[in-house]
């Protein structure tokens, strides 16, 4: 693992966490594949998660939301697809459940420090176990941590420009093909929820 990079993602995260380091993962399995390092919007990157992994994606690979080659698809899977623009050459990445002897302990302890039943030594041991667990995690062979697929993968539509049109309830600016009609007026989602509270929002 490169020091330095994984120093990046830290600093970009803002701690270091188990979530973070499959994240990495991901990134080194991505890099194995295409053998190149992060260039702007080289790659398109679709997540299936929004948790701590995606850090590592955003400030390793350079996918980041407001460039749009940052898709999220909120189905709760720790599934990555990345899709290299040259070449439309494209894998998903998917997280496996490797044996891992700390898991169950660091369950147990911090169920206790959540209930606040912890002694002190059981909370500095949560600490020594988790950070066990985080360095067995980053320097275990890729393959029991990953599946790597290649796969047949378009690249979304880039972020379109669109005129923008006023909510004539809040005033506030909306973009046309976001904006909703409500008896005849425009007005912007947010607005239009609040008038259909209870009967759904489709
Ligand atoms: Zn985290
Ligand atoms: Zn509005």
Redesign the pocket.
């Known amino acids: 693992m490169n020091e330095t990079l994984w120093e990046k993602a830290v600093d970009f ?8 380091v499959f994240g990495y993962r991901v990134v080194e399995a991505a890099w194995r594949v295409f053998g190149e390092r992060d260039v702007d919007e080289q790659y398109v990157a679709i997540v299936e998660n929004d ?2 992994s995606i ?1 590592a994606i955003q400030v390793l690979l350079s996918c980041t939301l407001g460039k749009g080659n940052l898709i999220y698809k909120d189905y709760g899977k720790p599934a990555y697809t990345f899709i290299r623009r040259k070449d439309n050459k494209a894998i998903r990445v998917t997280l496996l459940d490797p044996p891992d002897e700390n898991r169950d302990i660091i369950r147990a302890l911090r169920e206790k420090v959540d209930a606040g039943q912890a002694s002190e030594t059981e909370k500095e041991l949560l600490k020594t176990k988790s950070e066990e667990q985080i360095a067995a995690y980053r320097s275990r062979p890729l393959e029991e941590i990953c599946k790597v697929q290649e796969v047949d993968a378009e690249i979304p539509e880039r972020a379109r420009l669109f005129s923008s049109v006023i909510c004539t309830s809040c005033g506030e600016k909306v973009m046309e093909p976001r904006a909703r009609l409500q008896n005849g007026q425009i007005v912007c989602i947010p607005c239009s929820l609040a008038y259909t509270r209870g009967w759904g929002t489709a």
């Open positions: 995260h803002g701690h270091t966490c188990m979530g973070l948790n701590c850090d």
